[in-house]
């Protein structure tokens, strides 16, 4: 039941968007830009944004070699190209709209490990940054015959690494934190627990139900809907070509004297880690189980776990103690391809969601053309 009060000043909006991730947030933010006098609603499922987006390694990357190579494979390498400015652009976007400090940037750089049989990506690397050269000054990838040992890598397996100068780190929950923040100050509502059950368009704008423990079932009403709801789209959309992909990743409590510092890449991107201060994250290994990893549920495949922690003992940290902290789980969206889906899905609805694994890179530039799709 709700109050005069509650039907005056909390159901109706400009504009409506389900999801609070990266590209929610960034929508919301984006409209509030353009046009400040509007109303905009975000709604939340979880109490904290349910996707990847608070849930991912924290990489501030736009792909190694050996996964670029394989985008060029399937997608051309026209759209390869394309979707490598989204990321570039997009992180530029990010960085700009918080600032350094506020997502705790560092351009440690990226490496991607080269096990023997990597090797055509050393072979390839021209390749590469020739497709590179009109999105950045000077050429992203070098091989790197020293680090390996200085990083403590088990040199037997790992014969050299492939060195990515433009790539970084940030603080996810820092990123998230902040872009709420942003949000909130600029006048943008934000409501969580608020479980989406669908939604209705007609002549007149958008209905959008939910179902919450206190109120029952409810109605937001708006003018348009953006739907940012990423891997669990599926649940509101039923005709878009999209599957959740399941990221397990750990975190180990602090290591003295760790000896390396920036985001590293093996395997065609399936698996990252990276340092964080003085801990190692580490998440991936999606490609060993994809039927089961093909999920929406929140839960650690340990086949995948074990094989995180065989490859720590025996590539990554072989000669050094450790403990695992904690693991977790995050859901990301695939297609057949990495390209997103940005859409106008109806006369009021727009869709931004299957960010394949680059949500950090991607998430503020697609938010940003959400907004001029809406507006």
């Given at each position: 039941?709700l109050s005069f009060w509650e039907n005056q000043s909390f159901i109706e909006y400009?504009?409506?968007?389900?999801?609070?991730?990266?590209?929610?947030?960034?929508?919301?933010?984006?409209?509030?830009?353009?046009?400040?006098?509007?109303?905009?609603?975000?709604?939340?499922?979880?109490?904290?944004?349910?996707?990847?987006?608070?849930?991912?390694?924290?990489?501030?990357?736009?792909?190694?070699?050996?996964?670029?190579?394989?985008?060029?494979?399937?997608?051309?390498?026209d759209q390869a190209l394309a979707l490598v400015m989204e990321r570039y652009l997009?992180?530029?976007?990010?960085?700009?709209?918080?600032?350094?400090?506020?997502?705790?940037?560092?351009?440690?750089?990226?490496?991607?490990?080269?096990?023997?049989?990597?090797?055509?990506?050393?072979?390839?690397?021209?390749?590469?940054?020739?497709?590179?050269?009109?999105?950045?000054?000077?050429?992203?990838?070098?091989?790197?015959?020293?680090?390996?040992?200085?990083?403590?890598?088990?040199?037997?397996?790992?014969?050299?690494?492939?060195?990515?100068?433009?790539?970084?780190?940030?603080?996810?929950?820092?990123?998230?934190?902040?872009?709420?923040?942003?949000?909130?100050?600029?006048?943008?509502?934000?409501?969580?627990?608020?479980?989406?059950?669908?939604?209705?368009?007609?002549?007149?704008?958008?209905?959008?139900?939910?179902?919450?423990?206190?109120?029952?079932?409810?109605?937001?009403?708006?003018?348009?809907?953006?739907?940012?709801?990423?891997?669990?789209?599926?649940?509101?959309?039923?005709?878009?070509?999209l599957v959740p992909g399941r990221g397990i990743v750990l975190v180990t409590k602090?290591?003295?004297?760790?000896?390396?510092?920036?985001?590293?890449?093996?395997?065609?991107?399936?698996?990252?880690?990276?340092?964080?201060?003085?801990?190692?994250?580490?998440?991936?290994?999606?490609?060993?189980?994809?039927?089961?990893?093909?999920?929406?549920?929140?839960?650690?495949?340990?086949?995948?776990?074990?094989?995180?922690?065989?490859?720590?003992?025996?590539?990554?940290?072989?000669?050094?103690?450790?403990?695992?902290?904690?693991?977790?789980?995050?859901?990301?969206?695939?297609?057949?391809?990495?390209?997103?889906?940005?859409?106008?899905?109806?006369?009021?609805?727009?869709?931004?969601?299957?960010?394949?694994?680059?949500?950090?890179?991607?998430?503020?530039?697609?938010?940003?053309?959400?907004?001029?799709?809406?507006?």
């Amino acid at each position: 039941m709700l109050s005069f009060w509650e039907n005056q000043s909390f159901i109706e909006y400009d504009h409506i968007i389900i999801g609070s991730g990266i590209v929610g947030l960034s929508t919301a933010i984006s409209i509030k830009e353009k046009q400040p006098d509007t109303s905009v609603l975000v709604l939340e499922r979880g109490l904290l944004p349910s996707g990847a987006s608070t849930k991912n390694a924290g990489f501030a990357c736009f792909g190694s070699v050996s996964e670029l190579l394989e985008d060029i494979k399937v997608m051309g390498r026209d759209q390869a190209l394309a979707l490598v400015m989204e990321r570039y652009l997009g992180l530029i976007k990010l960085r700009e709209r918080l600032g350094d400090e506020k997502i705790d940037y560092h351009n440690y750089g990226g490496y991607e490990l080269i096990r023997e049989q990597d090797w055509y990506c050393v072979d390839e690397i021209e390749k590469v940054n020739d497709l590179l050269a009109d999105v950045f000054d000077t050429k992203p990838f070098e091989v790197d015959n020293k680090s390996s040992k200085k990083f403590g890598f088990n040199t037997d397996m790992v014969k050299t690494l492939i060195y990515s100068r433009y790539e970084g780190q940030i603080d996810t929950g820092r990123m998230m934190k902040n872009l709420v923040h942003l949000a909130q100050s600029l006048g943008v509502c934000i409501l969580t627990g608020a479980i989406v059950e669908g939604f209705e368009e007609d002549d007149k704008g958008i209905r959008v139900m939910v179902s919450d423990q206190v109120y029952g079932s409810l109605a937001f009403k708006g003018q348009k809907l953006a739907i940012c709801t990423n891997a669990f789209t599926s649940q509101l959309v039923k005709d878009l070509e999209l599957v959740p992909g399941r990221g397990i990743v750990l975190v180990t409590k602090p290591i003295p004297n760790l000896k390396f510092k920036g985001v590293f890449h093996c395997e065609r991107g399936y698996y990252y880690f990276r340092n964080f201060e003085n801990r190692v994250i580490f998440g991936g290994g999606r490609n060993l189980d994809y039927e089961k990893e093909t999920t929406t549920r929140f839960e650690i495949n340990e086949r995948i776990l074990n094989e995180l922690k065989h490859q720590l003992n025996e590539i990554i940290l072989p000669d050094t103690p450790y403990i695992i902290d904690q693991t977790w789980a995050g859901i990301m969206a695939f297609g057949k391809n990495k390209q997103p889906v940005l859409k106008q899905y109806s006369e009021r609805i727009c869709l931004g969601v299957r960010l394949g694994g680059m949500g950090v890179a991607i998430g503020s530039r697609m938010g940003h053309k959400l907004a001029e799709m809406m507006i």
